[in-house]
């Protein structure tokens, strides 16, 4: 072996004659080689984990109403089925994106407690819910979003004498504290079963997005498919990993395809159509909700008999944050991060 790349020492490992030998060596003191595994960790495109999927609303309800005769709040904490992709481990709904189905029924509140994660629920159906968030509380009205920002202390209920159960899409950003990507999320439960709240007027406090508002900005657009953003008062995104828009399709109509490396939720609010998610086509009706990987191409198309609204909700603005947004008709070429890269060197 050349002198120039002896060890400081002059005590050398021994088997270093032949590559096999040496990376087992290597191996005993947990270092190993990059260039046997460079298409695994440098992938020629983006390899989501997750596969598209729907989840019929239909068909998961009568368990989730049925749960909430064997369980109270109290036992439960929030009483959710989650939405998990069949093709990653619990509670993944997309490789960065969880979703579920939460429920209240008169006269309940889920306790309050406070997490990192930031959620945003879509209501489905129900009458008399609210949620109450650091102090405010808001009653729900169906097809709101409303925002739960992280570390803010909440709870939600349903008030006595109502009717039937209170049901939303809870949407959250918890894959990405999972252990093994950011293991920092952890939870904070209130030393009593409510937070101290006050009622506020919807329009008021900052959190929440009434349907019919949307509808009217989605019906304005005079396109044969419309997407509006929500979007919080200072114009930012609704959170700094979370975004949600909504979209209208027209009877007849269909979305432009789309490939983009952000991964997304969709809901259906009212309608029904079908989606071709690369080469596989998802039927949806109304309440169900499927999801787009990373990178899979997809189309959204409607029939003749009826206009389609869509709620989505997607990890794009974490995305732009790092820098690591793209999608198929964007010049990638101008995203190269080439200024201010240099330094004036140092005495």
């Given at each position: 072996?050349s002198p ?5 020492s ?15 060596g ?24 997750a596969?598209p999927?729907?989840?019929?609303y ?12 064997h ?11 989650m939405?998990?992709?069949p ?8 490789d ?20 990192t994660?930031f ?14 968030i ?6 729900m ?7 739960t ?7 939600h209920?349903?008030?006595e ?10 949407g959250l950003?918890i ?9 920092v999320h952890f939870v ?12 506020v ?15 009217e ?7 044969e ?12 995104y ?14 007849g109509?269909k979305?432009d ?26 039927d ?7 999801c ?9 198309f409607?029939g ?36 201010n ?7």
């Amino acid at each position: 072996m050349s002198p120039s790349l002896t060890q400081p020492s002059d005590t050398q490992p021994p088997n270093l004659s032949t590559l096999p030998t040496i990376l087992s060596g290597a191996a005993t003191h947990h270092a190993y080689p990059l260039w046997t595994s460079m298409s695994k960790y440098n992938p020629p495109s983006p390899s989501p984990l997750a596969t598209p999927h729907k989840w019929s609303y239909r068909a998961i309800r009568p368990y989730l109403v049925a749960a909430s005769s064997h369980t109270t709040p109290a036992e439960a904490e929030r009483r959710v089925l989650m939405l998990a992709n069949p093709s990653i481990p619990r509670p993944n709904t997309t490789d960065t994106l969880y979703t579920g189905l939460q429920l209240v029924l008169p006269g309940e509140t889920a306790p309050a407690h406070r997490h990192t994660a930031f959620a945003v629920r879509f209501i489905i159906e129900g009458e008399g819910g609210y949620t109450a968030i650091q102090g405010q509380r808001i009653r729900m009205q169906k097809h709101d979003v409303i925002l739960t920002p992280s570390w803010c202390w909440h709870d939600h209920g349903k008030e006595e004498g109502s009717e039937g159960p209170m049901i939303w899409l809870d949407g959250l950003d918890i894959p990405l504290w999972m252990p093994g990507k950011l293991p920092v999320h952890f939870v904070e439960h209130y030393k009593e079963a409510r937070y101290p709240a006050v009622d506020v007027e919807r329009e008021e406090s900052g959190l929440v997005f009434p349907w019919k508002e949307m509808r009217e900005r989605l019906d304005g657009g005079g396109k044969e498919w419309v997407v509006q953003e929500y979007r919080a008062r200072d114009g930012g995104y609704i959170s700094k990993t979370i975004g949600a828009s909504a979209e209208r399709i027209n009877a007849g109509g269909k979305s432009d395809l789309r490939q983009e490396t952000a991964s997304s939720i969709y809901h259906v609010v009212t309608g029904s159509g079908y989606s071709i998610i690369n080469d596989e086509r998802i039927d949806w009706t109304e309440s169900d909700t499927f999801c787009i990987p990373a990178w899979y191409k997809y189309e959204h198309f409607v029939g003749p008999g009826e206009t389609v609204y869509l709620y989505r909700f997607d990890d794009k603005p974490m995305l732009e944050a790092v820098g690591a947004y793209r999608s198929a008709d964007m010049d990638v070429d101008s995203l190269a991060e080439t200024k201010n890269m240099g330094g004036a060197a140092s005495n």
